[in-house]
């Protein structure tokens, strides 16, 4: 079964930083693109950023300058750098992984700006 961890989210001050982390199960065998999405309160799943399997990137454009994604082969896994945060990037944060086995999202991490 696929599974995917999320981890690094939390509460942090306008201007701080996290870091997100999300590692797939050994399971998979070939990874296309992986990303990150969030989903704010009353508000609709969106795309953060996303990276392909030859390491392009994509990033929406209210996170630019901002936020990096970056992915470890080896280690099935996908970063999440988030800094100069701001009260709006406050919302629950999934990552997605397309394989050749299918689309996967993670649990969910709560990230939180506020002072």
């Known amino acids: 079964q696929v599974q995917l961890v999320e981890s690094g989210g939390g509460l942090v001050q306008p201007g701080g930083s996290l870091r997100l982390s999300c590692a797939a199960s050994?399971?998979?065998?070939?990874?296309?693109?992986m990303g990150w999405y969030r989903q704010a309160p009353g508000k609709q799943r969106e795309l953060v950023a996303a990276i392909t399997s030859g390491g392009s990137t994509n990033y929406a454009d209210s996170v630019k300058g901002r936020f990096t994604v970056s992915r470890d082969n080896a280690k099935k896994s996908v970063y999440l750098q988030m800094n100069s945060l701001k009260p709006e990037d406050t919302a629950v944060y999934y990552c997605?992984?397309?394989?050749?086995?299918?689309?996967?999202w993670g649990q969910g991490a709560q990230v939180t700006v506020s002072s």
């Open positions: 997605n992984i397309l394989t050749t086995q299918g689309n996967y």
């Open positions: 050994r399971s998979i065998v070939s990874i296309y693109n």
